[in-house]
C-alpha cells in the first residue's frame, strides 16, 4: 500500500473546521491504517511536521427513510495535530 492509498479525503464538517483553530486536521483513512502510517503519509505528502494521530473508527448505523432500511457505511477517521508553525492549505476557502 502506497501512501496515497492512506489518505481518502480531507473531512470538512463544522466541527472539524473548528479542529483547525488548534491545528487539527481530519482526514478519511483506509480501513488498514494505523497512527504510524497516517503520520508518515501526511509528512511525506504535505511535507508538515504530525505531533499526535488520533484514530476514530465509526461503525455501520441502521438507518431508515420511510420503509426502506438500510446501513450508513463504516468509515475509519484520522485527526491529525500539526506542530505549531504548520498549516495545511488543503482545507482552506
Same mark, same amino acid.
Given at each position: 500500500? =502506497?501512501?496515497?492509498?492512506?489518505?481518502?479525503?480531507?473531512?470538512?464538517?463544522?466541527? =472539524?473546521?473548528?479542529?483547525?483553530?488548534?491545528?487539527?486536521?481530519?482526514?478519511?483513512?483506509?480501513? =488498514?491504517?494505523?497512527?504510524?502510517?497516517?503520520?508518515?503519509?501526511?509528512?511525506?505528502?504535505?511535507?508538515?511536521?504530525?505531533?499526535?494521530?488520533?484514530?476514530?473508527?465509526?461503525?455501520?448505523?441502521?438507518?431508515?427513510?420511510?420503509?426502506?432500511?438500510?446501513?450508513?457505511?463504516?468509515?475509519?477517521?484520522?485527526?491529525?495535530?500539526?506542530?505549531?508553525?504548520?498549516?495545511?492549505?488543503?482545507?482552506?476557502?
Amino acid at each position: 500500500m =502506497s501512501i496515497y492509498d492512506i489518505l481518502i479525503a480531507p473531512i470538512i464538517t463544522e466541527k =472539524s473546521t473548528k479542529l483547525i483553530e488548534q491545528n487539527q486536521y481530519t482526514f478519511e483513512v483506509a480501513p =488498514s491504517a494505523t497512527k504510524t502510517t497516517v503520520k508518515k503519509a501526511v509528512e511525506q505528502i504535505f511535507k508538515v511536521k504530525v505531533v499526535q494521530v488520533k484514530i476514530i473508527n465509526e461503525e455501520k448505523k441502521k438507518r431508515r427513510v420511510g420503509q426502506h432500511q438500510g446501513y450508513t457505511p463504516a468509515v475509519k477517521k484520522a485527526i491529525v495535530t500539526l506542530a505549531k508553525d504548520d498549516h495545511l492549505d488543503v482545507f482552506e476557502v
